[in-house]
Nanobody, 119 residues
Framework: QVQVVESGGGLVQPGGSLRLSCATSVSMDSLFRMAWFRQVPGKQREFVAS???????IYADSVKGRFIISRDNAKNTMYLQMSSLRAEDTAVYHCNGYGGISGSVFSAWGQGTQVSVFP
């Protein structure tokens, strides 16, 4: 079973920075795309950013110029560097890994990591 585990969340003041990590249990070669989503209680989960092979990135308009998605293939880990954080960035951030192994496609979600932006 493919697993992804997020870490790096926390409490930060507006204007501050955080780096989230998403460690996977499979090689990056098995992953067509990795992405970050976020969710606030009572609202739908929303797309934040994605990175696809080889290194094509897409960002939500709300985070363009502030967040950077990247990955380290040697560590099987994806990152989200968040800067100039705002109160509206407060959410649980989830990692998603979409890929294929032995002819089977999978989509793995992590439990999430809380990011809170408060003065």
């Amino acid at each position: 079973q493919v697993q992804v585990v997020e870490s790096g969340g926390g409490l930060v003041q507006p204007g501050g920075s955080l780096r989230l990590s998403c460690a996977t249990s499979v090689s990056m070669d098995s992953l067509f795309r990795m992405a970050w989503f976020r969710q606030v209680p009572g609202k739908q989960r929303e797309f934040v950013a994605s990175i696809s092979n080889p290194d094509s990135t897409i960002y939500a308009d709300s985070v363009k110029g502030r967040f950077i998605i990247s990955r380290d293939n040697a560590k099987n880990t994806m990152y989200l560097q968040m800067s100039s954080l705002r109160a509206e960035d407060t959410a649980v951030y989830h990692c998603n890994g979409y890929g294929g192994i032995s002819g089977s496609v999978f989509s793995a979600w992590g439990q999430g990591t809380q990011v809170s932006v408060f003065p």
